[in-house]
């Protein structure tokens, strides 16, 4: 697993800072990204976090995943961009 995440399950009034935030407690946050629809301007409900160690990322899964966020059960795994693509149950 690399230090990307992907972060799913997303309420729609999240956004990048407090994405942040809730991964901040796990470590160095070095990007948190809200994917936005261009033409709604409305969260698409998903975004990817990059940690700055490995460590730091699996930490993060193994204890956000699942959890309560903003009213929404998060889903949070490797991102696939970093060949990752088995989720955590």
Known sequence: MGNK???GNLAYSVRDDSLQQAFAEFGTVTSAK???????GRSKGFGFVTMLTVEEAVRAVETLHDQDFMGRRLVVT????EGVREPRV
């Open 78 to 81: 490797g991102s696939r961009s």
């Open 34 to 40: 809200v994917m936005m629809d261009r033409e709604t």
């Open 5 to 7: 995440l992907y972060v």
